[in-house]
Structure formats: C-alpha cells, structure tokens
C-alpha cells in the first residue's frame, strides 16, 4: 500500500501511517517514521522504524543528528543504511530483521499475538535481535536456556520462548527467504511438565478471597472469574462487556487458547457482573491503566503478597505445587470433579482440547466405577430372582 510522507515538527524527520497495519498495543493505525540527510550533495531517505516498535519522532530525530554528525566526519553511514533498507526489502540479516517480516506476515493469523510480542522483546531481543541468523548456534540456545532458568522461567515459559525462535526459522526458510542453518534442530527443548498439581482448600480460598478484596478490587474480581468459572487468566483480560449475557448466565470466552467457547456463570458470578460499572459494549472489563489490553505476562503483585502473606506457598519447593494465579482454574477443576462431575464436562467448561488433559483429575473423582460394576451385580440378581 502506497503511503505519503507527511513532515512532523522536527526539520528532515517524517511520518507514514498505514492503516492497514495496527500498533499492537493501542489498536491504532501503526505510523513509520523516515528521516533525509544528503550525503555527498545527494538527498538520502532512510528508514528508522515503526511506532509499535518504540519509535518516536523524536527518536528519529536524534537518529538523523547521528547521521549528519558521521557524514560531517567522514564517517560511513551505509552500513546502517542497508540494515534498515534490509527490512523494507525482507532482506534478512539479523534476527531482528526476521522478526520485522514475522510479525507482519504471520502473527495476525493467531489468536492472540500479544503473547508472542511478549516473548519476543522481553527475551529473544535482549538476546539475539542485532545478531545474524547463521550465528546462532546449538550451544547459544542451550547457554540461553541456562539464562532463562537462571531468570526463573518455568520450563513452559522458556519452552514457548524458544518455539518462537523456531517457528521464526522455520518460517523464513519456508518462505525462501533464509537458507542457512536452523539452530533448534539441532538443540534439545526443555521438557515441560507444569501440570498444576496443587489445589485450594476451602479455607485457603476464602482466606485468598478475603484478602484479595482488602487489597485490589480488580484482582478479586478476576480471581473470582477464575475460581467459578474456570477462566485461564488471558482470557479473564481479554473479556469486554460484550461477552456477558447475565439473562442466559454465559460468558462468551473468544480469546480461549483452544478456541471460541461459553463458560457457565453461578449466582456468585452473576452477582459480580451485575456490580461492575457500565461499560460500552467493546469495553475491556480489566484494560490497563492506560486503558489497554494487558498481556498475561502481566501477572499483579497484589496477588503475589496475598498469597506471601497467607503462606500459602511456604516450604513449597516444587513449583506444581506453588500457588499462582493459575491454581484458581485448577481449583475449579478439582473441586467438580471431588463432586461428581463427569470428566467430559469438566474438559468442556475448561475448554480443554481433548479429554487427555482432563483425565489428571481422575484420581479426585468419587469410586463411580466401582459403584458402576455394583449396579451390574444388582441388576443380575434381579434377572435371577425373576424380577
């Protein structure tokens, strides 16, 4: 698509805004910023970034004062140059330079990009963004991975981490754009086993609950979500009012990891959605305080001091049995099927992918299949007796 620059207040630095590409983080029509110096008489344009990549007039601004300083001094500024052409030519050079083309091209196909932009710039940047895709090695992984659990990551975290680094690969080689090694094939992912194991106690939830609400309001309504319904935390963040229908008691989950679903309300839910302050149909329920989508990366202290201060995770070394905000779900979970409830509708209002991941809570249901083969027994006494 074909756009005009338009000049900004800062002499030599402009604007394009393109309407069909959206800043991630406010929805907007995303703006690239261009700068002109001359370089031996001749007018040069030069590309320096986009907004939803932090960009500024400003900053471009600055950027432009670097260029006419190196060429001032004889200094060479193509090298820069080519970098920044690279991107508009998907040309591919560095990592960085993969990701550009990445998330133009194949993060509007998933359901929730945010997650990724997430990793992306809180790990793999810091990491390797200025460095070239056939210099990253198996053993640069590897050393990656020992950082990333150094940080804390759970094995999951860092497991998503590096399959974004591999889905990036795969992709620029499937687009012909790439045809150096891949690194991930010959490294070895972590293992991953976060199944949570752990559940709350009545009275560990009631004292949770107590606590959150002395606290923060916000996060005691979305624990709540959590609890009675079952809701993963992104999806708690990404419901509008537009997904609650309190005459038919459902909440239409669209963010679902698995997939569009409806969750059940209670009484107990009911009454929390009909308190809320209204809202416009498209209104986040729990936007940032800038009014925006937060990512569920963005997990609140608040809840982390409740749980602190209850002591709740007190000589709890293994990390499946800590108490996190995902341990309300699993609570949901555990506690129907300790009632009764058949597996097959606690996958369907988990929204589970398939009945495998349900099938942990089997050792909490009720002795149904000894209570089935009994029937069995009583129903063939009846046939003999002749009843």
Request: with cysteine; net charge positive; glycine share 6%.
């Amino acid at each position: 698509m074909r756009t005009t620059r338009e000049p900004t207040k800062y002499q030599g630095v402009y604007q394009r805004q393109f309407k069909d590409r959206r800043d991630y983080r406010d929805g907007k029509p995303d703006i690239c910023y261009d700068i002109t110096y001359r370089v031996d008489g001749k007018k040069v344009w030069e590309k320096v970034g986009w907004k939803s990549q932090g960009y500024t007039a400003q900053v471009a601004r600055e950027i432009r004062f670097e260029r006419m300083q190196a060429v001032l001094q004889g200094t060479p500024v193509g090298n820069q140059i080519k970098k920044n052409q690279a991107r508009d030519t998907h040309e591919i050079v560095t990592l960085g330079d993969a990701w550009t083309v990445y998330k133009e091209t194949w993060l509007p196909n998933i359901a929730r990009p945010i997650n990724q932009y997430s990793r992306y710039s809180l790990h793999l940047e810091p990491r390797f963004g200025d460095t070239p895709l056939d210099e990253i090695k198996p053993l640069d992984l590897e050393t990656f991975k020992q950082e990333l659990f150094g940080k804390g990551l759970a094995p999951k975290t860092t497991h998503h981490v590096l399959c974004l680094l591999r889905a990036i690969y795969n992709k620029m080689k499937e687009w012909e754009l790439y045809d150096g090694p891949i690194p991930t094939e010959k490294f070895k992912m972590p293992k991953v086993d976060n199944s949570r194991v752990r559940y709350l106690t009545n009275e560990e939830a009631d004292s949770l609950m107590n606590h959150l609400m002395q606290r923060s309001l916000t996060w005691w309504r979305m624990a709540e979500i959590s609890l009675h319904a079952g809701l993963r935390l992104g999806e708690i963040l990404a419901l509008t009012y537009g997904d609650l229908d309190l005459e038919a008691g459902v909440i239409h989950v669209r963010e679902g990891k698995t997939g569009a679903r409806m969750a059940t309300m209670n009484d107990s839910l009911k009454k929390l959605f009909s308190e809320l302050p209204p809202g416009h149909h498209s209104t986040l329920l729990f936007p940032s305080k800038t009014g925006q989508l937060r990512t569920s990366l963005d997990v609140s202290k608040t809840f982390a001091r409740v749980v602190s201060t209850l002591k709740l995770n007190d000589n709890v070394t293994d990390s499946r049995q800590k108490v996190v905000f995902h341990t309300l779900r699993h609570t949901f979970a555990s506690w129907m099927a300790i009632d009764g409830v058949p597996l097959y509708t606690i996958s369907e209002l988990m929204g589970h992918s398939n009945l495998e991941m349900t099938k942990r809570y089997a050792h909490l249901c009720p002795d149904t299949k000894r209570e089935a083969v009994a029937k069995i027994s009583a129903r063939t006494k009846k046939i003999s007796a002749g009843i």
